[in-house]
């Protein structure tokens, strides 16, 4: 690996970090700069998800003033987002890449809808709630959803922060910092569990990773610093043009 490689990778890294931590999708700037070095997708796919697990960790930490209050919520969807996690690396390491191909554009269009129509829903969900007083039932539907998106997350996991951060802010009271700061853990609860199923099983390249996750743990306190300051019609406009920006970019590759 060249000096340029290496900042290559760090700076790489850096945004990453940055916007997982705002937004998500930060793997659409890791992943082609691992290819670009000379690493096979798959190893690519491998070493990033190590890689930027540190800045999912730093990120959630520069949002924990957000976290007041939700911890009992967090633990139980981050278990969720664990074993979603486990199964999505399972998957990449036994399944062909094509077989996920067509889902993924789907589900960031499902997610960037949500963006748009989720203050409506919102709504109708919280007088829901109040009329049938079952929060519980809420928050086990969306284990399975958080689930759900652990495996996507495991597996690739671009787009992963905007698909988690849609169906948050609807499920869940509070604005969509709340949201973010919740959706913070459960990446790095998804990207955790699916890094040691990679480390025990598969190949990594540490030093591509540790570039990534040096940049990357910077990131995630620019993207704490930064997103808590956007408010929230911005955030919705800032979630929406990142999830277009990730369909395009993964539709052309």
């Not at 790489?12 to 793997?27: F, K, L, M």
């Not at 399944?95 to 809808?113: G, K, R, S, T």
């Not at 620019?222 to 999830?243: E, K």
Request: charged share 10%; glycine share 14%; hydrophobic share 60%.
């Amino acid at each position: 690996m060249t000096w340029a490689d290496a900042l290559l990778l760090l700076v790489a890294g850096t945004a990453a970090g940055t916007i997982n931590t705002v937004v998500g999708s930060g793997s659409l700037v890791t992943f082609p700069a691992l290819l670009a070095v000379g690493l096979p997708p798959v190893l690519a796919n491998v070493t990033n998800n190590i890689g930027v697990l540190p800045g999912n960790i730093s990120g959630a930490i520069g949002y924990r003033r957000e976290l007041r209050g939700n911890y009992r919520v967090a633990s139980r969807l981050a278990i969720a987002s664990m074993i979603g996690g486990v199964l999505g690396a399972l998957l990449l390491l036994v399944l062909p890449e094509e077989i996920f191909a067509w889902v993924v554009p789907v589900l960031i269009v499902l997610a960037c809808v949500l963006i748009v129509v989720g203050p409506r829903l919102k709504q109708r969900l919280a007088a829901r709630r109040a009329a049938v007083g079952a929060p519980g039932a809420v928050t086990g539907k969306l284990s399975v959803g958080v689930g759900l998106t652990g495996v996507y997350g495991g597996y690739f996991g671009a787009a992963q922060g905007v698909i988690l951060l849609s169906v948050l802010s609807i499920a869940l009271p509070g604005g969509l910092q709340k949201a973010n700061a919740l959706k913070n853990v459960l990446a790095a609860s998804a990207n955790g569990a699916a890094a040691v199923v990679f480390i025990l099983i598969s190949d990594v390249d540490w030093p591509a990773a540790a570039l990534v996750a040096v940049g990357a743990v910077i990131g995630g306190q620019i993207g704490a610093r930064v997103g808590r300051r956007i408010p929230d019609l911005v955030y919705r406009v800032v979630v929406l043009a990142v999830g277009v920006l990730a369909i395009v970019h993964i539709v052309a590759f």
